[in-house]
């Protein structure tokens, strides 16, 4: 046990990094390059397993202009704060699949994907800005990182990426998809209480910046807590949504508003 400490110790005194806004030190001890890599074969074979909804529908559109605009307030975001290295190797893509799950997920490199069954709850283009800039700003965090960096650990001994998918890569890919909840099968890590509120505070600002109104994030987080008729919706099994969170959001809030340039 020592031992193990000892090497979660070194890991994370060689592998640490902050995250914006929070200022957090977070255990990254995969390269991002290798995230990406990894991300652009799964969303391609997510993609070929699910039926994307056509660009030219009308829902496709929505969430196509909803990520052009975030995507760009994230950029200037992050030129603004000196950290644009963060988005290097970034090829931002938007699809919608036909889903009825109430879901949403961005991997490493901006590859978002929109759930159909989003759609009701996010009740317009507002809404759906307030989701994806939540989920956007996991990815931006690095969220996934951590939690796969975490995961290798535990269930690999914390041997080094490269090594793990030579060796086990079924077991690898699995524990990438499970972080970044492209999967139904084998369940979706969940994020912490830290997570969710470092990507809820990134989301409003980037919201905000992209012309979205973050006040609506309030009605948008109490509406998905109350959507699923008593069944707790898929995206709220890792995305907590309660009294304390909306609290914090509108605590938030006139931080958040100060980067509010209406579109």
Request: glycine share 8%; proline share 4%.
């Amino acid at each position: 046990m020592n031992r193990f400490r000892f090497l979660l110790f070194l890991l994370f005194f060689i592998s640490c990094y902050k995250v914006p806004i929070s200022g957090r030190r977070q255990l990254n001890m995969l390269p991002e390059s290798s995230m990406m890599n990894m991300s652009y074969t799964s969303y391609r074979g997510f993609l070929s397993k699910n039926s994307v909804v056509s660009v030219n529908d009308e829902r496709t559109q929505m969430v196509q202009r909803v990520g052009a605009k975030i995507s760009s307030a994230v950029k200037r975001y992050m030129a603004q704060k000196k950290l644009s290295k963060r988005l290097s190797g970034y090829k931002w893509e938007f699809n919608m699949v036909e889903d009825k799950t109430v879901n949403a997920w961005c991997m490493p490199g901006g590859k978002v994907v929109v759930y159909t069954g989003l759609l009701p709850v996010s009740n317009d283009e507002t809404g759906l800005a307030v989701v994806m800039g939540h989920e956007i700003a996991h990815a931006i965090a690095r969220h996934g990182n951590e939690r796969m960096s975490q995961q290798l650990i535990v269930a690999l001994g914390g041997i080094g990426l490269a090594v793990a998918m030579q060796d086990k890569p079924q077991q690898t890919q699995d524990i990438f998809n499970l972080s970044y909840g492209a999967t139904s099968a084998l369940g979706i890590l969940k994020y912490s209480r830290v997570h969710e509120s470092e990507a809820d505070k990134l989301g409003l600002v980037f919201m905000a910046m992209a012309g979205y109104n973050p006040e609506e994030a309030v009605g948008f987080w109490e509406r998905m807590a109350k959507s699923g008729g008593g069944k707790m919706p898929e995206i709220l099994s890792t995305h907590p949504s309660d009294e304390t969170r909306i609290k914090d959001i509108k605590a938030y809030l006139p931080k958040a508003k100060g980067f509010y340039t209406p579109g």
